[in-house]
């Protein structure tokens, strides 16, 4: 079982930054990570995603604000949030995918999830 548990999250006004971490357990099973994100009455949605190759994907609405990364030698995934927008207020979840590394912002194709960190961004 991959554990994966966040961190970094917070409140921030618009236009600030934040940075997010997730800490897994293990990097051998997890060809994919991920963040994603929910707000109160909305479906989980992804927000970027990577694989093992650096490969990275992004939902259009962080394109040029957010950066994903992984650090393999700590296990550390990272996402950097820029230029916030209140409507970036969310939970957002770490989420690591086994087995063929494509990338993907879709939840189905990811086995493990994190507890999620609170991002709260005031206009």
């Known amino acids: 079982q991959v554990q994966l548990v966040e961190s970094g999250g917070g409140s921030v006004q618009a236009g600030g930054s934040l940075r997010l971490s997730c800490a897994s357990s293990?990097?051998?099973?997890?060809?994919?990570m991920g963040w994603f994100r929910q707000a109160p009455g909305k479906k989980r949605e992804g927000v970027a995603a990577?694989?093992?190759?650096?490969?990275?994907v992004y939902a259009d609405s962080v394109k040029d604000r957010f950066s994903i990364s992984r650090h393999n030698a700590k296990n550390t995934l990272v996402l950097q949030m820029n230029s916030l927008k209140p409507e970036d207020t969310a939970m957002y979840y770490c989420?690591?995918?086994?087995?063929?590394?494509?990338?993907?912002?879709?939840?189905?194709?990811?086995?493990?999830w994190g507890q999620g960190t609170q991002v709260t961004v005031s206009s």
């Open positions: 990577i694989v093992r190759d650096g490969s990275t």
């Open positions: 989420a690591a995918g086994a087995g063929t590394g494509y990338l993907s912002l879709l939840p189905g194709d990811y086995n493990y």
């Open positions: 293990e990097y051998t099973r997890t060809t994919r």
